[in-house]
């Protein structure tokens, strides 16, 4: 077998995690954008299946989190939304470090937005 062929076959394993990857991140970035526009219709239940569904895919999706918190703090669960709002700010704070701020424009970071929510909270 020539070196370029086993070359190939070498990096095939690696090239099908990365696809993998983008896609469960990709996964999770629809539900999440599906739930959203749930919580704005207040159907709260339906929005947390499709955020429990994004956060399956992708722990560390802080967009997600923070969402779930706000699903917590409109159903009476203050304790979850305590600790949506903590790993939101978390995931985006090492978000940020990586790749730069995951943010609104209107409203800020998730990590600012989640400091907002948790103040409410008090």
Do not use: W
Not at 36 to 60: G, M, P, R, V
């Amino acid at each position: 077998m020539n070196i370029r062929l086993q070359q190939c076959l070498l990096l095939l394993p690696a090239l099908m995690l990365c696809a993998c990857a983008t896609s469960t991140v990709s996964e999770s970035q629809s539900q999440t954008d599906i739930a959203f526009n749930l919580i704005k219709q207040k159907d709260y239940a339906a929005a947390k299946t499709h955020l429990d569904q994004a956060l399956e895919s992708d722990s560390h999706n802080a967009m997600a989190h923070l969402d779930l918190g706000v699903v917590y703090q409109n159903t009476g669960n203050p304790a979850g939304a305590r600790t949506e709002y903590n790993l939101a700010i978390t995931d985006d704070t090492a978000t940020d470090k990586m790749v730069g701020a995951t943010s609104d424009s209107s409203n800020g970071s998730v990590s600012q937005i989640a400091t907002r929510n948790l103040e409410r909270l008090n």
